[in-house]
């Protein structure tokens, strides 16, 4: 028989095979949640139109759109928690 000089090892060892059905369970939920976020993505994309921000339409409203073209703004914009002004 082979000694040690760690006299938890088999406790450790049992810990450890108790505690694979929860990793499974873990591993499994966070692969659902990355399929159900993959799909949403694609649905989003099926879904998602460019239009022109110049020439807003009815038919686009409450419909995700997607829009390129440059902003403005009439004041700085600051975040007070972090001090930066932009």
Same mark, same amino acid.
């Given at each position: 028989?082979?000694?040690?000089?760690?006299?938890?090892?088999?406790?450790?060892?049992?810990?450890?095979?108790?505690?694979?059905?929860?990793?499974?369970?873990?591993?499994?939920? $966070?692969?659902?949640?990355? /399929?159900?976020?993959?799909? #949403?993505?694609?649905?989003?994309?099926?879904?998602?139109? +460019?239009? @022109?921000? $110049?020439?807003?339409?009815? /038919?686009?409203?409450?419909? #995700?759109?997607?829009?390129?073209?440059?902003?403005?703004? +009439?004041? @700085?914009?600051?975040?007070?928690?972090?001090?930066?002004?932009?």
């Amino acid at each position: 028989m082979y000694k040690t000089d760690d006299p938890h090892g088999i406790a450790l060892m049992m810990l450890g095979l108790f505690l694979i059905p929860f990793s499974q369970v873990l591993l499994w939920k $966070n692969e659902k949640k990355a /399929v159900t976020f993959a799909k #949403l993505i694609v649905r989003a994309r099926k879904a998602c139109t +460019s239009v @022109d921000p $110049n020439k807003p339409n009815e /038919v686009s409203d409450y419909n #995700l759109v997607h829009i390129t073209g440059m902003t403005s703004n +009439s004041e @700085d914009l600051c975040d007070a928690e972090f001090a930066v002004v932009a």
